[in-house]
């Protein structure tokens, strides 16, 4: 019978298991709309906030100034 | 009730060998990772609540066998004949213990399941999660949607999406259509409302290709991403494809973009409609973004999923560590294959200054963006009311989407700010509960007897134990610096480097004979036994002795001292009148660096050749009384008597080869004439030292597999100039790694030493 090398403790310390983590495919679209002239990372509060609240104020003023235009 | 011996008896825990274990209830094990840019092998193994785990061989051999429960020895014995090495109860008790019992994969049989398993707390995840879609329905859907990934339709349909960008940029009118929505604002209602159908159509294309691939999709549903809400399909289960499933999975959501940016650009150039156009070019823009592959979006998994590491992320901590000047590299790192070492390490070097900068930036920037956005929700409140008096409902719903849209991003930030300072709580909590013992020594210290005796006068009772002080880098500097009052303790580098010293140091009662052999010549055999040699002479206390063995001209002697003209023929002429240390050490040299002893061979073949194995037998009868440690390095081959002669002396083997495959066979043919004559046991406690020959060389995976499975130990030994063949060698010459892997190799050698007493 061939004999089998021992597993001594510092082969059974290098033993690995590991828990993965889920795997969830996102979809960018609430932090990717609008972000498009921020070139790279989606990281920041800031980016979102302020090129949502720029598009959105924009868009707000603009709808201000056309009801007070067609204001009788 | 009467205590009696017996019922004490029931609450203790069995001895390791009659211990029985189990697996967890509804444990799934979905077999071996496919395109894994790991090293070794590696099982997957999913638990009750979905929590996939990735085992090495070993331990999923373990899980395996536990199962139905049986004597610890029986299950060490099964997974012994299926890995190919030994494994005892006490080391099966030990893999149980602190490996899988606490991630709930195998507990004692006579408990109950568990119910607090260690779970993957992965950075930068999705948090705050609600759901959207059961899975049993986006499975349904999913199983309806696969005709799509017909490998003829993927290819018209991406045909197609060049053809309709084409149509729109030469056909559609950008500018008209941007107009459009300035002059009747609540049309970008409507676009938010087509993007979001879009992100769930890009959902189901995941969960579709998840399909497709023969793996099983979990729900749709939504969450906060960093601090954005997102949509999210889960799809832990496409771990078990293969690495084109598991892109095609990641790639599926674009692909199924695409297929919604053909619809918008069919119903623009029917309809004209400004609206269809601008969502068209701003889908393909969010495709565009799902792609950059710093934070978990599509391109992110792509990615991971090239390179075969599943959580990117877990590894940047271990490469950043590896990269550190001086330092060795982690083991996280040294487990990936050379290609997708390469592909992780460059994926650290761009994301972490990216996120780090990003992240300096957002907080920077936080009271302005603060600022503006309660600033816009003033103005949407505004444009609320102006629609209210007006009775404009699209208006009303717009403001009420622009102040959701001003403040998710808020609360996303709280919660995220809120796990941050959690994990650093833990980060510090786990820090501080490991420090100690870690500062402190291997071993907790003995409580004090409540009585003082004589024995007792020891230091370990007497003393505190003195804390380890650092040697090397900048702990080692603050230590010397401040006069040694301020005491950082030593790395993590130092404290395994000590550690494999100490095992290098393990005491051998009488002598070992350790034969270093190669089937072929020029593969440095005569370097490492001088190696190896020295760094025991230099580390242990004891006498290590190297005997030139090789009878066709050796130069072992020449490479530690100048030359000495007694030899081992010397020896044996006066081997009678040899009978102290100091007269033996006439005949030997000595390396003034590592004070390693030589015995050298005759520079005549005709004399070294002539040599049989009864003289070997003879000197080494001789060395046994004055060393404790005999290093022999042999001639090449094993068909030589002499050589054999040796075999039957040596109490283990050390074999060189090359990394090569030719060196690999050489090797593997060694080992099997060995075990075909009668030296199985020593094959088994064979340590293999692969000599690199070029600057990074390796040796293939399933080679240093084959040797591992068979004997003790696998150690590459670095390219090093320092060990250029020929010349004299001096150890403190050798570049680091080489050091350390040499002292791995005699921390290997000694590890048999214990194991050679007790037989």
Redesign the interface.
Known sequence: ????????????D????????????????????N??NVV???????????T??S??????????A??QMHMP | MNLTTADHLTTEPPPATEQRWRQTRGLEFLGPVQGSGLKDPAF?VRRVD???????E??HLVVRAVEPPRPAEQVAADV?EAY?????AE?LA??VTT??EP?G?VVPDESAEPTRS???R?LL??IAKGTLVPARVVGHLAGVLTPFFWPPLVAVALAALVAADVALVTRGDLWSAIGE???T??I?LLI?AI??A???V??LG?AAACRYGGARPGEIGF?L????????????D??RLGRAGRVR??LG?LYFNALTVLVLAAGYLATGSGVLLLTAF?LQ??ML??L?P?????GY?VLSDLAGV??LF?RVGPVLRSLRPGHPTD?RVS?LRPRSRQFVTGWVVVVVP??V???G??IW??P???E??R??VR??Q??FD??WE?R?WA?MA??VV?IA??L???L??ALALWRVAGSLVLFARTRFATREPAAYGLTAPPDPPRVVSAADFTDEVMYAAPAPVPTQGWRGTVYRGSGHLLNPGPSLPEQRRRELER?LRTPIDGSRRVVVMSRKGGVGKTTITLALGSTFALLRGDRVIAVDANPDAGNLAHRVAPPHDRTVTDVLRDLDQITTYAALRRYTSQGIESRLEVLASDDDPGIGLALARDDYHRLIGLLDRFYNLILLDTGTGILDSANQGLLTEADQVVLVVRAGLDGGRAGALTLDWM?QHGF??L????VVVVNAERRGSEPPEPMRRHFE?????VVTVPWDDALEPGALTDMSALHRRTRDALVDIA?AVA?NFV?GDES
């Open positions: 019978m061939v004999r089998r090398p021992e597993l001594v403790m510092a082969d059974l290098a033993e690995t298991a590991t828990p993965l983590p889920r795997r969830e495919t996102l979809s960018c679209q609430f932090a990717c709309v972000v498009t790279g990372v989606n990281l920041a509060l800031a980016v979102n906030a302020a949502i609240g598009q959105a104020n924009a868009l707000a003023l603009q709808y201000l056309s009801v | 997957l979905d929590q996939v785990v990735q085992l090495s070993l331990l012994s190919g090495r030994t494994l005892s080391g030990h893999l490996r899988l991630l994969l260690v779970r993957a992965p995840a999705l929505v300035f002059a604002p609540t970008a938010y993007l979001t879009a992100a769930l890009h959902e995941h969450g991403y960093l601090v954005f809400p997102a949509f999210y399909t889960d799809v832990t496409s771990y999975t990641d959501g701003a823009v969010q973004q799902q950059i710093v934070v978990r979006f599509d998994f599943p959580d877990a083991p487990e990216l996120l900068a990003a992240l930036w957002a920037y936080l302005e963006f603060l503006r956005g600033e816009g103005l949407q505004l444009v102006v629609a007006a404009d208006a717009l403001a622009s849209l001003l998710l991003p808020l996303g930030a095992r075990d199985d046991d094959v088994a406690r064979t499975k068979r004997c003790a130990r921390a590890d194991v």
